[in-house]
């Protein structure tokens, strides 16, 4: 069954204390990997696509890797206004469909 | 450029109502998606449009339907609403050209609470 699952659920940090999100995937065929950031009350808002493995983007104190079987953001040197949650979705070969996974909820603390 | 524009912001209804919501995309998107997000399910796809034409379909009841007009503009609807409706629903617009994807533009929802 394809399937996006993130971890942690949630992560705790103070400011400046960098980590990772994790994205794991079992998709049949995956053309595209994305990571969106979701505020409370608001729409996400896409932050980066990841096609092929071993591909990195980066944005401000996001970067964003990809594996055969897992994505990583990594956040360096993190702000309180890094606070929100993260969502990743992945593109399967065999319909086209995004499939979600539940998101991480990070919380920088100051 | 205006981004993706979804009314009302907030809505309450009753069970056994129906209830219509609407989405503008960003001039020049022609597809459309929706989705349903709860804290329990996180975000469920319902529907996409391209050029007016239904692509493709999540696992909802036919309860919730959906249509695109020339303008790309897009409503869904959802009768004889139940308890469980209530949640935010997200309508997304990209480029869509062919069966690519390319990043989805979100506007920030439709609060929709059933009582």
């Known amino acids: 069954e394809d399937q996006v699952t993130q971890s942690p659920e949630a992560l705790r940090l103070q400011e400046g204390e960098s980590s990772s999100l994790n994205c794991s995937y079992t998709v049949s065929g995956l053309r595209g990997l994305f990571w969106y950031r979701q505020d409370p009350g608001k729409g996400p808002e896409f932050l980066f696509t990841l096609y092929s493995a071993g591909e990195e983007k980066e944005k401000e104190r996001l970067k964003a890797t990809l594996t055969k079987k897992e994505s990583f953001l990594h956040i360096t040197a993190p702000k309180p206004e890094d606070s929100a949650t993260y969502l990743c979705a992945c593109v399967m070969d065999s319909n086209y469909q995004l499939i979600w996974g539940a998101g991480t909820k990070l919380i920088i603390k100051p | ?115």
């Open chain 2, 1 to 115: 450029k205006a981004g993706v524009t979804q009314t009302p912001r907030y809505l309450i209804k009753t069970r056994g109502q129906q209830v219509t919501l609407s989405c503008s995309p960003i001039s020049g998107h022609r597809s459309v998606s929706w989705y349903q997000q709860t804290p329990g399910q996180g975000l469920q796809f319902l529907f996409e449009y391209f050029s007016e034409t239904q692509r493709n379909k999540g696992n909802f009841p036919g309860r919730f339907s959906g249509r695109q007009f020339s303008n790309s503009r897009s409503e869904m609807n959802v009768s004889t609403l139940e308890l469980g409706d209530s949640a935010l629903y997200l309508c997304a617009s990209s480029r869509g050209e062919g069966r690519h994807h390319s990043p989805l533009h979100f506007g920030n929802g439709t609060r929709l609470t059933v009582t």
